[in-house]
């Protein structure tokens, strides 16, 4: 919103952008401890400089700074201050065994920034199913009917006063999710467009139409969900013949509104995220260009990952198809509940 409003449109479209220096917020930070670990992993891919700029460390202006390799303490590391030789030294998780490979280490990139995301998506998602919840009891308590059994009459009446309140409430959830789901697929587009020397300024404008369609979608999705549930729980409770106290303590442990819920979407949906923004603006940008994209899935190749998200030959991992092909497992890009794969990009002229 800065942007648009301090930058004229001729500095806008040579890709001039506002942000907000927080590189000393703390809170804001990615996990310091995971990005040692990870640029630790890579000595002796990275070089000093390398390391030293991932984990938020000035580089150095002499020959130090091309070095690649070193010992486990910390200035070997880049000068990750706080972290010992043997933390530094400790195994390899199964999902970096194939860290060497350019693949493993876009992954391990793709998995630390998904994650650095995740706990602002749970705990903002959560706040808006907490909303949700309070909303839809304290509809209970206004349409059903204080008698011995829940009366079937006044339980329609509360299931259809529950979904005029989700589609009201519709925009409020539209405003929520917006954020979440544009700050991750912006820092998804900007990798791709680095990774592939294309200017960010080229992606950006598919980045907004992506980010609302997204945001459209799954908060339309997540209210479905809710009155499903919602439904589901006033049915059980007629069936057994419940009072309003008790089906009312059933809406209190609503599934669709508890923090499972919230920490579920907000795994899949960072992911779901990250790769649909750079797949559908690079679609954009083979379209407006002619130059061919390619993608190829990349998985976390570890014993979790799904069968069909395997290596060739028995599924789907590091096929290369176009950008706009499905994969042969049906999917245009990893999008399923809990799914840890992501895609890898490169262009043909």
Known sequence: RMTRQMLTPAERAAGMSLAFDTRNVRALQNDDKERATTAAMMREEWTLNERREYTGKEPFEDERGDEIGGGGGATGLGGLEGFS?????????????????????????????????????????AKGLKAQQKAILALARKYLKPEKQTDPNSAKVFTDKVAEMLEETLPAFVQLIFPLVFTTAEGAVKQAAAKLRISFSVLQEGLFDY??????????????????????????????????????????KLPACDRTRAKLVARTETTRAWNGAQRDTLSQYQKD??????????????????????????????????????FSNGLQAPSEPNCRCTLIYDTED
């Open 85 to 125: 030789a043997e933390e530094m030294a400790a195994p390899l998780p199964s999902a970096f065994k194939y860290l060497a490979d350019e693949k493993g280490l876009h992954w391990v990139l793709f998995d630390v920034q998904c994650k650095a995301a995740e706990g602002t998506w749970e705990r903002e998602i």
């Open 289 to 326: 260009t002619g130059v061919q994209v390619f993608k190829t899935w990349v998985n976390a190749a570890d014993d979790r990952v799904r069968d069909e998200h395997e290596n060739e030959p028995t599924g789907v991992g590091e096929e290369r198809v176009p950008i706009d092909a499905v």
């Open 211 to 252: 980010a609302e369609r997204e945001t459209a979608f799954l908060s339309s999705v997540m209210n479905g969900t809710t009155g499903k549930d919602v439904a589901v729980a006033v049915q059980k409770g007629l069936e057994a013949g419940e009072t309003v106290n008790a089906l009312t303590k059933r809406l209190e």
